[in-house]
């Protein structure tokens, strides 16, 4: 099971773009990698997924180098609804798809 | 958007009593999960169904719970009776596909969760 290392809190502004850089040192070739957000009292939402290089949609772009050791969920010009927790998961190509969560990111979005 | 979504959104029971939680996952998903978050704590996966079984269960999962898909679009989770410690919020979640290549789509969807307390 590749274990993730991600920043317990960052702070940010109103505007600014959130980089929040996840650590996987032990991603195996089948193991893809998948962001959530959570606000408080809410279930886990998916934000954006990827194998390799870059993925970009309407909320986030995810970078992941070539050795995949790592990624970087980049969050463009964050509002103060960015606030949340941000959940970076290395999911297995296994039956069920379980997803194991660590502690996350908590995000803290200033005016 | 298509939703989950979870009744009710917090229940409160008696230690020792059966609690039945519901959910009514997206309608042509075929995957279905429980997972549990204690008050400051960690989402935790409790088990995944497919195919009218259970396919993974985590430790958490034992005996006192129980898990149903009693028609085509109600899957419950039921706790025989209730320890204190069971006290947290029950998110439900379920996905269209199994991830077989890069390009499957397979994002959870999850519900906004039932709070659950346990006195």
């Known amino acids: 099971l590749a274990k993730t290392t991600q920043p317990i809190s960052m702070d940010s502004y109103e505007g600014q773009e959130v980089n929040i850089t996840c650590s996987h040192n032990n991603i195996a070739t089948n193991d893809y990698i998948t962001w959530y957000q959570q606000f408080p009292s809410q279930g886990p939402r998916f934000i954006i997924q990827?194998?390799?290089t870059k993925v970009t949609n309407e909320v986030a772009s995810l970078f992941i180098p070539a050795d995949r050791k790592s990624s970087t969920l980049s969050l463009p010009r964050v509002s103060l609804s960015d606030t949340a927790v941000y959940y970076c998961?290395?999911?297995?190509?296994?039956?069920?798809?379980?997803?194991?969560f660590g502690g996350g990111t908590r995000v803290l979005v200033k005016p | 958007e298509p939703e989950v979504t979870q009744t009710p959104s917090h229940q409160v029971t008696q230690m020792g009593q059966e609690v039945i939680l519901r959910c009514v996952p997206i309608?042509?998903?075929?995957?279905f999960y429980w997972y549990r978050q204690i008050l400051g704590q960690k989402v935790e996966f409790l088990v995944s169904?497919?195919?009218?079984?259970?396919?993974?269960k985590s430790e958490i999962f034992d005996d006192q719970f129980s898990v149903e898909r009693p028609d085509g679009s109600n899957f419950t989770l039921k706790i025989r009776s209730t320890k204190l410690e069971d006290s947290a919020m029950y998110f439900c979640a379920s996905s269209e596909a199994l991830r077989r290549t890069g390009d499957d789509d397979t994002e959870a969807f999850f519900g906004q969760g039932t709070r659950l307390t346990v006195v």
């Open positions: 309608s042509n998903h075929l995957y």
């Open positions: 169904f497919y195919n009218n079984e259970i396919s993974e």
């Open positions: 998961l290395v999911a297995h190509k296994a039956a069920g798809n379980k997803l194991t």
């Open positions: 990827g194998y390799k």
